[in-house]
């Protein structure tokens, strides 16, 4: 009895063992990717990141953000000390204004000068007149002579009256050159005062940027990622207060043979999955494709594949996706991208889109 129970027993090992030997046998040989079409490459998550620097050389006011902190386009980040900037400014306002004084005083001259020249002109109408009369007895005076009806006396002080008024018409109209000259010379200055008044303008506008660029905002949306400069720090133009990480526009850096790369055309469909969630992978599209090929680096691919000339691919992460998730969006995750080389094939289910994405 127990050597007849022994038997099947022994059958039924040896088909469990079989099994287990033809499962493993099936596992180990079967691809482990979706197909032909398909191409994959490793990389990591990342994402833009903008160093956010003073313009201007100053001290370290305050730092209104914290690290890990989500911020929008145009929100306050950091405040630098503004007194000397204030302090120049209110020097250049002074200064345009004595400036506009200047330009008033100028003007103010001006009407003086071309009242000048008026007078100057009436006097040679003046003269002009005294010239016309002058001339009109000396010719009666000469008529006379030749009729012997008066002296030559006479002739002679009508002729000297009339050089006389002849040089008096001259210095008339001298007078008025010298206040024409004069008038000129006041116009130039006030195209200088005006010009004096544009320069402190300019110097006010050049400070004011510089308080305006000591208030710190943000260029874009994002997350601080880290602050390396603390309030009461003197920093040096150009000088880091912290990064930003722009959390909308997320992509994956690979590397692909030159076999393949030169299929790869932008915008092909790229599924990438993370190993902290190989469940859920993540549609995305090829936004580069580098021109030429490099050296695979050390820190994305093994000791053999080092020696092979790749070409570099980026793959974009959808904006909206992106901006829906954004409080769970990581960067330097370690993944792999799968490309679709062949635009009729089916993304497999392992590659299918899944909630919660």
Do not use: C
């Not at 990591?44 to 914290?66: K, N, Q, S």
């Not at 306002?93 to 200047?102: E, G, K, S």
């Amino acid at each position: 009895m127990k050597a007849s129970l022994k038997k099947p027993l022994w059958i039924l090992a040896a088909v469990v063992v079989a099994a287990a030997a033809a499962w493993y046998a099936w596992t180990s040989t079967r691809p482990d990717g979706p197909g032909e079409g398909f191409v994959r490459g490793n990389g990591r998550i990342e994402a833009t990141e903008i160093d956010i620097a003073t313009r201007i050389p100053g001290r370290v006011d305050a730092i209104v953000v914290h690290e890990g902190e989500f911020v929008e386009a145009g929100q306050p980040l950091a405040r630098i000390n503004v007194q000397v900037l204030e302090a120049q400014r209110d020097e250049a306002r002074a200064l345009l204004q004595q400036a506009m004084n200047n330009v008033v005083a100028v003007q103010a001259q001006l009407a003086m000068r071309e009242s000048d020249k008026a007078a100057a002109q009436a006097v040679v109408a003046q003269r002009e007149s005294e010239l016309d009369a002058a001339r009109r007895r000396l010719a009666r005076s000469e008529t006379l002579v030749r009729q012997g009806a008066t002296a030559m006396q006479e002739l002679d002080d009508h002729r000297a009256s009339a050089r006389g008024a002849e040089a008096a018409v001259g210095a008339a109209r001298a007078q008025v050159a010298a206040a024409q000259a004069a008038v000129e010379a006041v116009r130039a200055q006030i195209v200088g005062a005006r010009s004096a008044v544009s320069a402190a303008q300019a110097t006010i506008a050049r400070i004011q940027a510089d308080i305006d660029d000591s208030q710190l905002a943000a260029p874009r949306a994002g997350r601080v990622q880290y602050i390396v400069a603390q309030p009461g720090e003197v920093l040096a133009a150009g000088g880091k207060l912290l990064n930003l990480v722009d959390l909308s526009d997320v992509y994956m850096s690979f590397f692909l043979p030159e076999t393949v790369a030169g299929r790869v055309a932008l915008g092909t469909e790229v599924r990438v999955v993370l190993d902290v969630a190989p469940n859920y992978p993540i549609p995305a599209a090829v936004s580069f494709v580098a021109a030429t090929a490099q050296f695979t680096p050390k820190t994305v691919e093994t000791a053999s594949e080092r020696q092979k000339l790749m070409f570099r691919v980026k793959a974009r992460i959808d904006r909206e996706l992106l901006l829906r998730y954004r409080e769970q969006v990581k960067t330097g995750l370690p993944g792999v991208a799968w490309i679709k080389l062949d635009p009729d094939a089916a993304w497999p289910e392992s590659l299918a889109i899944r909630t919660p994405l």
